[in-house]
C-alpha cells in the first residue's frame, strides 16, 4: 500500500493552491468553472477564508473545520 501524502498550507499560500486547481472567487465564496463550490456536509457555499483543501482524487472541497471532515467520512460510511 503507498503511503498517503499530506498537504497542508497557511492563508498566504491559499491563493496559490486555488490557482493551480482553476477555483477562482467572488465576494461570496469560491468558484469551480460557473458555479459555487459547495460543502458535500451542508450543501452551502465555501467562502475564501474556509476553504481546508480538496479530498484525494476529487474534487470534494471541505472546511478547514475538523468538524467538517468527520462529518463527511460518517455520511460516507452510512451508504
Known amino acids: ?25 467572488n465576494k461570496r465564496s469560491l468558484i469551480d468553472i460557473d458555479k459555487p463550490i459547495v460543502s458535500l ?18 474534487k470534494v472541497f471541505i472546511r478547514k473545520d475538523t468538524s467538517e471532515l468527520v462529518q463527511f467520512f ?3 460510511l452510512d451508504k
Open 74 to 76: 460518517l455520511r460516507t
Open 1 to 25: 500500500m503507498a503511503p498517503e501524502i499530506t498537504i497542508t498550507f497557511d492563508n498566504d499560500s491559499r491563493d496559490f493552491v486555488l490557482n493551480s486547481i482553476g477555483i477562482t472567487k
Open 41 to 58: 456536509v451542508d450543501n452551502k457555499a465555501i467562502k475564501e477564508k474556509e476553504f481546508g483543501g480538496v479530498l484525494k482524487g476529487s
